[in-house]
């Protein structure tokens, strides 16, 4: 188990700061959520993360190792991978292939020219295992680009689990699912708690609730408040920010 | 256990065999020319066909980065003249052995190909094209200045390449089959390379680059790969022309030529490997077939290649995929 430990980490667009002096220990094994309001720079701050975004100042380290410095694939190369918002996956490869590349990054070379890589059952076997447990095995032949959003979602969640990754970030996971579908992937994430460091950025507070041991709460940039789910519920800052309005929309 | 055997069978890519039918189905209508072209009294045909399978051989080459890495490289006319001129230039120093010839060819193209790619690799779209465009140039320009083979006017090669010391080539019925055989090996190479772990790679970095940095890739060095891979192959090409031209000039690297490589892979079928090959021939065959009718056969060309890529995106393999000869994804 690793943890992640972030320190006074700065991102300005212009004028704008995005994010504002963020500081945030995650705990080996732990899921930590992290819930803001529109705009409040979460995607921003996991970008920041995952390396795809160049932080202006600040650190990130992955249990020992600093990685503040590190391109995205030398991160994920480390165990630090991400998810995205939006689906960002290989339109023209079925789910399977899509699984099997994320297996084959960190497994052996992809200098190999002749053999034929859909022949090779150990990349298959554990794609389809990432599959299985993303709720998605009965559409690994599919091309991704036919898939729908809700499987897009699954796909998004396999390609990252098929990384083997240490420490996991997922970009708002349930994006634009509903319902059942929203509820059996919950179901899917709750079963992979405590496997590997989870930070999670999610709208759907349900979801939230329901799996995170800690939440974060980013407004404008900043964390305002971090705790167990019942301390943030309860705390008059946060409901002054966040909260209160999405209960009033509930009500 | 069973579960995961049954599920990690791979997929069913008919695009696969598919490419493989139609390459087959080429070759063996090349193998025949020849001897229909003697029965028809017309032996030219031979040395017309040789030209083709050595641009057979570069469209294919640019192909693979052009349709499965999406590198629009504008300056491959530039490996066609290296593999030219490594004939000339071994020739001069009496190297007339074929394999030396192609290791040569192969040698320049790489340097040629890593340097160059390097560069080009750190811009993308129209500035690619651009770039590749600008060194493509260069080389042009440098042999046109090399006056000691002839510079702009070239140099004529004094005789044809030696396969093992015997001299095979001499024929055009020798250089026709041998250029062949290249292009069947150098196809099935391509072919295994496309379905291997690096082509899954290179393809995915067409499909979304930002993704495959997510999953630990960082595709600099595996378009690099396949930049030099593509150059060398097209170096081979040049070795064929400068035999069958039996004359070596700057021509073979003008922009034009990189241009022409790009409408053969374009009417061909982006993406498919067989398609520039067929491409390849439907380009050189209209320009003779034109070219009898009228002397601004290129305008015809170009007003076949306007109706072609309006009506048909995937080229000729999108047409035959369209009357069922061929199955594809798409």
Redesign the interface.
């Known amino acids: 188990m690793t943890s992640l430990t972030v320190t006074g980490l700065n991102k300005s667009f212009g004028a704008l700061k995005v994010t504002d002096d963020v500081s945030l220990s995650v705990e080996p094994g732990e899921f930590h959520a992290i819930i803001g309001p529109n705009g409040a720079g979460k995607t921003t701050l996991i970008s920041q993360l995952?390396g795809?975004l160049r932080s202006d100042s600040g650190a990130v380290r992955l249990g020992d190792h600093d990685v503040s410095r590190l391109?995205?694939?030398e991160r994920?190369?480390l165990g630090l991978?991400?998810s995205?918002q939006i689906t960002?996956?290989?339109?023209?490869?079925?789910a399977?292939?899509n699984v099997?590349?994320?297996v084959?990054?960190?497994d052996g070379?992809?200098?190999?020219?002749?053999?034929?890589?859909?022949?090779?059952?150990p990349l298959?076997?554990e794609a389809?295992t990432a599959l299985r447990e993303a709720g998605l095995?009965r559409r690994?032949?599919v091309?991704a680009k036919s898939l729908s959003h809700g499987e897009h979602r699954r796909l998004e969640l396999a390609?990252a689990l098929?990384?083997r990754p240490k420490v996991l970030l997922l970009d708002e996971p349930l994006a634009g699912v509903g319902g059942e579908d929203a509820e059996a992937f919950i179901e899917n994430l709750r079963k992979l708690k405590g496997r590997f460091t989870m930070v999670l950025i999610e709208h759907d507070m349900d979801a939230v609730f329901a799996l995170a041991d800690r939440v974060s709460v980013l407004v404008y940039g900043r964390i305002i408040a971090t705790g167990a789910p019942e301390e943030i519920r309860n705390d008059p800052e946060v409901r002054a920010a966040y909260l209160g309005e999405e209960e009033g929309e509930a009500a | 256990m069973t579960e995961l055997t049954a599920t990690a069978t791979p997929a069913n890519r008919p695009a696969l065999s598919g490419r493989v039918k139609a390459a087959l189905v080429l070759f063996v209508l090349f193998a025949l020319m020849p001897p229909v072209a003697s029965a028809l009294d017309d032996p030219f045909y031979v040395l017309i066909g040789t030209r083709i399978i050595a641009y057979a051989i570069a469209a294919m080459a640019l192909d693979l980065i052009l349709g499965y890495g999406a590198m629009v490289s504008f300056g491959h006319a530039a490996y066609l003249g290296f593999g030219t001129y490594a004939v000339a230039i071994l020739s001069r120093h009496g190297i007339n052995d074929l394999f030396l010839q192609i290791v040569f060819a192969m040698g320049i193209s790489a340097v040629f190909a890593f340097v160059t790619g390097a560069i080009s690799l750190r811009t993308r779209g129209v500035y690619f094209i651009m770039i590749t465009l600008a060194f493509g140039q260069m080389a042009f320009f440098f042999f046109i200045s090399l006056s000691a083979y002839g510079g702009d006017d070239g140099v004529a090669l004094a005789q044809r390449s030696t396969v093992l010391g015997m001299d095979l080539l001499e024929t055009n019925f020798g250089l026709y089959y041998v250029s062949l055989a290249l292009l069947i090996g150098l196809f099935f190479l391509c072919h295994r390379i496309v379905g291997s772990r690096f082509g899954r790679v290179l393809t995915g970095v067409r499909e979304n680059p930002t993704r495959m940095e997510a999953i630990g890739f960082s595709p600099f060095r595996y378009q690099l790969t396949a930049f030099i891979i593509s150059g060398c192959i097209t170096g081979v090409a040049g070795v064929i022309l400068a035999n069958q031209a039996q004359f070596v000039s700057p021509a073979f690297m003008s922009w034009h030529k990189s241009g022409e490589l790009i409408v053969m892979v374009v009417l061909g079928g982006v993406g498919t490997l067989a398609g520039p090959i067929a491409g390849a021939v439907a380009a050189l065959m209209l320009e003779e077939w034109l070219g009898h009718f009228s002397d601004n056969w290129k305008l015809y060309f170009g007003i076949f290649l306007v109706l072609m890529v309006l009506f048909s995106p995937h080229g000729i393999t999108g047409v035959l995929r369209k009357m069922g000869l061929v199955r594809g994804q798409e």
């Open positions: 995952s795809q391109s995205m694939p994920v190369r991978a991400r995205f960002s996956v290989l339109p023209g490869f079925t399977l292939e099997a590349l994320a084959q990054a960190r070379s992809s200098y190999r020219f002749f053999g034929r890589v859909s022949d090779e059952s298959n076997g389809m095995d690994a032949h091309l390609i098929a990384t």
